[in-house]
């Protein structure tokens, strides 16, 4: 997903910068193995925007810690987002991520499944280097993390192509696998994080992979090989009177991963014009606004008093105004569905 927030890394750039350079210290090889090395500066050549850890950077300066254990808990975050990326790429059988092979691809499978090992093992060993007082409530949190997002995954594997799957089950995956790491950035620069903190991660990070399996539909259509049954599909099912058109659309899912690939996109321009039809797509980027609006609240509950001053007050604002942009109704993660 493209967020354009350039304006708030300013607000903490010697910050970001030093948690990429501990990226790249901690995704070298102790024994120099050469493919490790390939295969590590091939990621972090191609590493995203860091979203996650641009937000646990910016909660630590809201909330006053502005420590070096915040910065190494940044790079401890990316490097378990990035394994997680691995793991998922081999999962769903992946090829391009970020407009570039995916390690699955350019390798294969073994690799991008050792490597993603290798990095969560890093950022475990990463962990030892810090010097909070907290470090096994942090390690805890982490662990408890890490697990959750597992068992998400193995959720939705269970739920491969149910037709039958609520709204409610969906939700649940998607803050398992997603939500719970954006919630877990905002909580680690405080751990004892006022309620708002933790409701803003968890908010975003479902209105962030609501997104996503919105552009699932719009770029290669994982999902729909994967036999992922996402919300605007759940929608249309749950409100298709004709079942005609319902069949036709549980049909050309069912076939889809069977097509060759011309022909998955005849099948992949006839499912979104049937979401599209049915409202599908509409109904799932209002629920996102609604959750992204949840988040900006749970900012605005934070008081502007002697707890913020007006040293912190400036990382509040950058917050909201990365939410502000995103909740623009010409917004770009928006219109290309609309």
Not at 92 to 100: E, L, P, S, T
Not at 251 to 269: F, G, H, P, R, W
Request: glycine share 4%; net charge neutral.
């Amino acid at each position: 997903m493209n967020i354009d927030y350039i304006d708030h890394i300013n607000l903490v750039t010697d910050d970001f910068n030093k948690v990429k350079q501990i990226i790249l210290n901690y995704t070298k090889s102790t024994t120099n193995s050469v493919l490790i090395e390939s295969i590590n500066k091939y990621l972090t050549d191609n590493n995203g925007k860091m979203l996650r850890p641009l937000l646990l950077l910016l909660f630590s300066k809201l909330f006053g810690f502005q420590n070096r254990d915040n910065i190494i808990l940044a790079a401890v975050i990316e490097l378990i987002h990035m394994a997680t990326l691995l793991h998922d790429d081999v999962l769903d059988g992946a090829n391009i991520r970020r407009n570039k092979k995916t390690v699955n691809a350019a390798w294969n499978n073994q690799c991008a499944i050792l490597a993603g090992d290798f990095l969560y093992s890093r950022a475990f060993q990463l962990i030892g280097q810090l010097e909070n007082d907290n470090k096994f409530q942090i390690f805890s949190l982490i662990a408890d993390t890490t697990n959750i997002m597992i068992e998400g995954e193995m959720l939705q594997l269970s739920e491969k192509y149910n037709f039958a799957i609520t709204q409610e089950c969906y939700l649940r995956i998607i803050t398992y696998k997603t939500a719970k790491l954006f919630a877990t950035s905002v909580q680690l620069p405080n751990m004892a994080a006022v309620q708002c903190s933790l409701d803003f991660g968890l908010n975003f990070g479902i209105f962030y992979q609501l997104l996503n399996d919105i552009e699932d539909y719009y770029k290669l259509g994982n999902d729909l090989v994967e036999g992922r049954i996402t919300l605007p599909v759940i929608f249309v099912l749950n409100n298709l009177i004709d079942m005609r058109v319902k069949q036709q659309l549980i049909s050309l899912i069912k076939n889809y991963v069977s097509c060759t690939k011309s022909k998955q996109l005849e099948q992949l321009a006839l499912i979104k014009n049937i979401i599209s039809n049915q409202g599908g797509f509409e109904y799932t980027i209002n629920l996102a606004r609604e959750y992204l609006i949840k988040a900006k609240n749970a900012i605005l509950v934070l008081e502007e008093s002697n707890k913020f001053n007006k040293a912190k007050i400036k990382y509040k604002q950058a917050i909201l105004q990365m939410v502000d942009q995103l909740l623009l109704p010409n917004s770009s993660l928006f219109k290309c569905v609309i």
